[in-house]
């Protein structure tokens, strides 16, 4: 049975846009499908850009109602009012994260197919924990795959979310959720739509957690 929790449903995380315009529409026709958690990753831009970038997101996800995340900056969640910051495994410590953005910032920690590495992360003060790539990704081909066992497992004996991310798309995702995914992390499957499909995607992701899944 899925745990309940407040982080549940799409978790859409952003491509590198330099076209700040382009980013706007892409989140703004995603939060429209009713996602309500979105993640700030570009990889590709320099601190000024990002700044701008991240500074629109956390204005729209405000007037939506939705939780912005910063991949893999502290400095930059805190500067932009951001809900919480998603550390990798470079990308400094939990510990660290939960100090400087306090107790109610959202932690996401990558524990890729590590169970011991998931175990120190909810240890540490994580507000959920990353499994992935889950299916073989264009983002990170070279990630090691976490298995649909090792969702399940989180699942059952660490008392945070499980988010899941690498390769999801609609028609693999609900084996994910059955496993006890409380977050699907999608890229590519989302943006690289256009707009009204962006959102017919994102209402579609969410059904999922509703039970409804795609014939």
């Keep these: ?15 590198d846009f330099a076209d700040t315009p382009a980013l706007i ?5 995603v939060l429209d499908g009713g996602c309500r958690l979105l993640q700030y990753r570009n990889k ?13 997101l956390q204005a729209i996800c405000t007037a ?12 930059l969640a805190e500067s932009v009012g951001a809900a919480g910051v998603h ?14 953005l306090g107790k109610v910032a959202i932690i996401g920690a990558s524990c ?15 507000s959920y924990i990353a499994f ?3 299916y073989a990704s264009p983002s990170k081909p070279r990630a090691p795959l976490a298995p649909h066992t090792l969702i399940a497992r989180a ?29 699907l992390a999608v890229i590519s499957d989302l943006f690289q739509l256009t707009p009204t499909q962006m959102t017919q995607r994102a209402a579609a992701y969410q059904k999922l957690f509703q039970g409804e899944f795609p014939t």
């Design 1 to 15: 049975m899925m745990r309940k929790s407040t982080l549940s449903g799409l978790y859409a995380i952003t491509p």
């Design 132 to 134: 992935g790539a889950v």
């Design 44 to 56: 590709t831009a320099d601190d000024t850009l990002r700044h701008a970038q991240a500074t629109a």
């Design 64 to 75: 939506y109602g939705a939780r912005l995340m910063i991949n893999d900056d502290i400095t």
């Design 112 to 126: 890729y197919n590590d169970f011991a590495r998931a175990e120190r992360a909810a240890a540490a003060g994580a």
């Design 155 to 183: 699942h059952a004996k660490l008392p945070l979310p499980v988010c899941v991310i690498g390769g999801i798309t609609l028609a693999n995702a609900a084996p994910l959720v059955a496993a006890g995914a409380n977050l």
């Design 25 to 29: 529409r892409a989140v703004t026709a």
């Design 87 to 100: 550390l990798g495994q470079d990308d400094g410590e939990v510990a660290f994260a939960r100090k400087m």
